[in-house]
């Protein structure tokens, strides 16, 4: 026994010394969310760099706030990092940067990027770049620049056919919010207060509205489409950032300029855009460092910017340098700059987007009027960014901790007087020198962290004003915040939909599952060993890389679904309209289900295989013998042999279910609406996008957990204890 | 002629194939269209019914494969680097997974302890709390542990997470073990270490396979845990990689798609060799579910 112990420790120990030692901090660490040319353009900068070596790391974007959090406050977090300015109030409100001191040169910057960086009058980052949205275009199909906007819809007819006027990103608010700033709107004022509703934003959807039904502008554009329609000829113009100029690159295949964004012939006003000024920030500890200060000013100065223009047409965002003729690309994105209209840098800035890009979702499917697309938006907003709970004292939360401590102690104290107890407690010894490492490892790492986790419920508001609030987030989750029960977006509404969820999924994950391996599990069948590969396929796949493709098959423009029926329209004769599939809850539900189908069928599959390895040859012999028909056979011996082996299987395959966040979140993204969302979905938009309300993420945690155990509790847990799940059979 | 009751008509036959090849149809379609984007050189976004690549070409294998980092020492080839991680990490979470899995499902199929029913349902519940919340705690630990920016850190990480399933998996499987055989064995002379050792472990093998398979996958696909616990381009994994080809303002599919490829492939053969392996194993006459 003692060997066994020894074994385990050194094949531990071994392994962890192989796999190395942590690191040490390395002299000045930057990190960035550059990728292609821009990462370039920062090794080329840094190269003049002459003082203790730069450590640069690349973090994806989807991760680097939440990394920074991390990090930072435990001193392992970077000296220096390069981030947008309008983070800068909630890294403020975080304490994870620190005020930029002599790492910004005085009189060199821009009025509108030094305001950006500027926070109660402290600079708090030193201004790289600009970045902001200018007019495209390819000089093939369109020749000037149009005064207006207007103008330019006039192009209607002139183009070859297919082709759109413009294209133009109308769907999320940040490519609208120029269209809006025409019609005098403002996304939040210099109080908080959300601006985009009432006439101003009413307009701007009226007007978005006309362009797409006259088709000047595709429907639908996000981003990647206003690349992809521009870069392919299919947009006489496009408006974009400097990051489509770099995508194009040198061999682009159309020939393109750039022009500052036409005006509103409607109110005589210019379109601004939002403007995003690329800063250099430093943490707490990096301000300190006078290194690490001049390492932010490089990055700043005057060389870098020529460094960078070289790369890129994103323009400096200092007045002392001049870069190239008049119409470069560069030279334009500067003009526009200075028109743009910088985002605002409050934390509160966070909560804006997803309510404005909802509003207009929903408008623009015409799923309601204008106004009441854009009171909804509010309302959305009020919700997410309410005052903080009262704080509440945590007596008697400790008492009730210290009871029942007390409580459990006595009852232990009691037990060990019993001489059974102890006599079965002194058996047991043995068994647990087998199960030791187990409970030490999901105890340190799984456990703590989810008790720790847990806690946070209790708690509202981050770092600055973190406080005990007690029930209040429960409170406030079940009682609807307020509004009616089920209210969209409410607790009971989402958890009915989880319900749904739960349940269609485990249905077709078990029927096709098991269909397919009942068929699989023939011995006359051919082909046996191929079929169960390919079918494997959808398991092998990262998940969130399959969750992705199918996003952009449910695509209503480009994706596969549309090509599927246009292909059998042509087949057929038939005119079958393509579905907008995340414009209804049922079709955007369906597209989800889809999705996880795809992804789960494959694991009921090989369980079932598993379990079907179990059902004894004899047993259908003897019923064969006794006359019984093949679907007697399966009905009567084989599903009541392998019941008991899919049970837990499906128990866990529900629980995962309940809690599947990759597909939802990146195949509908809640759309239409969030009604789509399921609570861990719901739980993971409070935490990340909706002002980091942590604590009221982890109060939607707990209550997930809560349901999950009491009601597994008394049927599955049962299961589980009394017959495992045994998929590991077979594959 | 009589035909044998339990072969099927051809007609049955038929249709068995029919249904497979829908479902093998359903199964492949995405991943034909990551295939198409992957090798197109000029994408014009059209919808298609059967996704082929326009313009083939390799260069986007070729841009995501050719990353580099200078360092002091010289440059360092960047996607090896991390392939190389994204393997080391995924085996060794599968091996520690199934260190510390098997002895547990081993003593919860054979013995009976106090507590053995609370610590199953404990087990059971880690499933179902949703990590939104444990994350920033679980750095933190790690942070005390000094096992931050390491691949140490991460696997010990992957591991725990996995010895949940691992142990309701294998405990199984051991149960499915006829006890008469270590028995057998101890009457021989054996200690009930060595019976385990010499009898159950090779006896439950297929069993123990899949479960680090399952292990390994969910290491090698994980991409937030790693994201924020790694802090050296030279240290990442293949998912983050990959997840910064999706950016807030530009979104490069077709590297995203070059990239999925890429990192699906390990995965792939590692199932079809397993599957061979396994079903041989079975036939063999190995374990009875």
């Known amino acids: 026994m003692k060997a066994k112990s020894a074994l385990f420790a050194t094949l531990l120990l071994t392994l962890l010394m192989l796999l190395g030692s942590p690191a040490f901090a390395a002299p000045i660490r930057l990190w960035h969310g550059y990728r292609g040319d821009e990462e370039k353009a920062l090794e080329a900068i840094l190269a003049s760099w002459k003082g203790s070596p730069v450590e640069t790391l690349a973090v994806p974007y989807d991760a680097y706030l939440t990394k920074l959090a991390a990090a930072i406050p435990v001193g392992e977090g970077p000296d220096v990092y390069i981030d947008s300015h309008e983070r800068l109030g909630e890294l403020r409100a975080r304490k994870i940067v620190g005020p930029a001191g002599d790492a910004l040169e005085p009189g060199v910057f821009s009025a509108p990027a030094l305001a950006a960086v500027t926070l109660d009058g402290v600079p708090w980052a030193v201004p790289l770049s600009q970045k902001c949205l200018a007019l495209y275009i390819n000089t093939d199909l369109a020749k000037e620049a149009p005064d207006t906007l207007e103008d330019l819809a006039g192009l209607i007819g002139k183009l070859p056919p297919g082709t759109y006027p413009l294209v133009y990103e109308v769907k999320h608010v940040y490519g609208m919010a120029a269209l809006f700033s025409s019609f005098g709107g403002t996304l939040l004022d210099a109080n908080d207060s959300y601006g985009f509703f009432g006439p101003p934003a009413e307009q701007t959807l009226a007007f978005a509205r006309d362009l797409i039904d006259r088709h000047v502008i595709p429907d639908d554009a996000d981003g990647a489409l206003v690349t992809s329609f521009f870069k392919s000829g299919q947009a006489a113009y496009a408006v974009s950032g400097p990051w489509l100029a770099a995508d194009l690159g040198d061999k682009s295949p159309v020939k393109w300029r750039v022009v500052p964004l036409p005006k509103l012939r409607a109110t005589g006003q210019p379109m601004r855009p939002l403007l995003t000024v690329e800063s250099v920030m430093l943490s707490p500890k990096g301000a300190e460092k006078a290194e690490a200060r001049a390492l932010a000013r490089l990055l700043a100065s005057a060389e870098a910017a020529q460094i960078r223009a070289r790369f890129g047409p994103t323009p400096s965002a200092r007045v002392d340098v001049t870069i190239g003729a008049g119409d470069a690309p560069v030279q334009v994105f500067a003009l526009q700059a200075k028109t743009a209209i910088p985002m605002s840098s409050s934390p509160t800035m966070h909560a804006v987007w997803d309510p404005a890009d909802r509003a207009i979702a929903k408008f623009l499917r015409r799923n309601a009027t204008a106004d009441v697309a854009l009171s909804e938006g509010k309302h959305r907003f009020d919700d997410v960014h309410r005052p903080l709970p009262p704080r509440a004292s945590p007596v008697p939360a400790l008492l009730a901790v210290g009871v029942i401590g007390l409580v459990l102690a006595f009852q232990w104290v009691k037990r060990s007087r019993e001489e059974d107890w102890s006599t079965q407690l002194r058996q047991s010894w043995s068994s647990y020198r087998y199960v030791l490492h187990a409970v030490l490892a999901v105890g340190l790492l799984v456990i703590v962290p989810l008790v720790i986790g847990a806690t946070t419920s209790l708690t509202a508001g981050n770092d600055e004003n973190l406080r005990y609030v007690g029930f209040a987030n429960f409170i406030s989750i079940l009682t609807a915040r307020g509004g009616p029960l089920l209210a969209s977006g409410s607790f009971y509404l989402v958890l009915l939909v989880t319900l749904l969820w739960t349940a269609c999924n485990i249905v077709f994950h078990v029927g096709i599952g098991a269909a397919l391996a009942l068929l699989l599990s023939r011995p006359t069948l051919r082909f046996r060993a191929t079929y169960r590969v390919l079918l494997i396929i959808p398991w092998a796949v990262p998940s969130y890389v399959t969750a992705l493709a199918w996003k952009g098959m449910f695509h209503r423009e480009v994706g596969a679904i549309t090509g599927l029926i246009l292909g059998i329209n042509r087949l057929f004769g038939t005119s079958v309209e393509p579905i907008a599939w995340f414009s209804r809850f049922s079709t955007a539900f369906v597209a989800n289900l889809t999705t996880n189908i795809w992804l789960g069928f494959p694991f009921m599959m090989v369980v079932t295989l598993g379990a079907l390895t179990g059902v004894p040859d004899d047993v259908l012999e003897a019923a064969r013998v006794d006359g019984a028909t093949r679907w007697q056979r399966l009905r009567l011996v084989t599903l009541p042999i392998i019941r008991p082996t899919l049970a837990p299987a499906v128990t866990l395959g529900a629980i995962w279910t309940f809690n599947m966040f990759n597909v939802v979140f990146l195949v509908s993204g809640g759309d239409p609406d969030g009604t789509t969302d399921i609570l861990v979905s719901e739980a993971y938009r409070w935490a990340f996008t909706r002002e980091n309300q942590y604590g009221y993420a982890a109060a939607y945690a707990v209550l997930i957990f809560l349901m999950l155990f009491l009601t597994t509790r008394s049927r599955g847990a049962k299961k589980i204890a009394a017959t495992p799940p045994s998929p590991a059979e077979v594959v | ?289």
């Open chain 2, 1 to 289: 002629m009589t035909r044998e009751p339990d072969q099927p008509s051809l007609l049955e036959s038929i249709g068995a194939h029919v249904v497979l090849i829908l479902a093998v149809i359903f199964a492949l379609y995405p991943v034909l269209w990551v295939i198409a984007l992957a090798f197109s050189g000029s994408r014009p976004p059209v919808a298609e019914m059967v996704p082929l690549p326009h313009d083939a070409t390799l260069a986007h294998f070729q841009e995501v494969v050719s990353t580099t980092k200078a360092t002091p020492d010289g440059s360092i080839w960047l996607f090896a680097r991390q392939l190389v991680n994204s393997l080391v990490v995924s085996i060794a979470t599968a091996a520690v997974g199934i260190i510390i899995a098997v002895p547990t499902a081993y003593a919860l199929a054979r013995f009976k302890f106090l507590g053995k029913e609370r610590g199953v349902r404990a087990l059971l519940a880690t499933q179902m709390f949703p990590t939104v919340a444990s994350l920033i705690p679980l750095y933190l630990l790690l942070d005390r542990l000094h096992l931050l920016d390491s691949r140490t850190g991460l696997v010990v990480c992957y591991a725990a997470t996995s010895v949940p399933f691992a142990i309701f998996q294998l405990r199984a499987a051991f149960e499915a073990i006829p006890v008469d055989l270590e028995e057998a064995a101890m009457v021989d002379g054996a200690t009930r270490f060595e019976a385990f050792l010499r009898v159950v472990l090779p006896a439950a093998r297929p069993a123990i396979a899949v479960t680090a398979l399952f292990a390994f996958m969910s290491a090698y696909n994980e991409f937030i845990l790693a994201a924020t616990l790694l802090s050296k381009a030279e240290m990442f994994t293949l998912p983050i990689v990959l997840q910064s080809y999706i950016n807030q303002y530009d979104t490069r599919n077709d590297l995203f798609a070059a990239g999925a490829i890429l990192v699906s492939v390990p995965v792939m053969a590692l199932f079809y060799v397993a599957q061979r392996h396994l079903v041989a194993g079975l036939t063999a006459g190995g374990v009875k579910g």
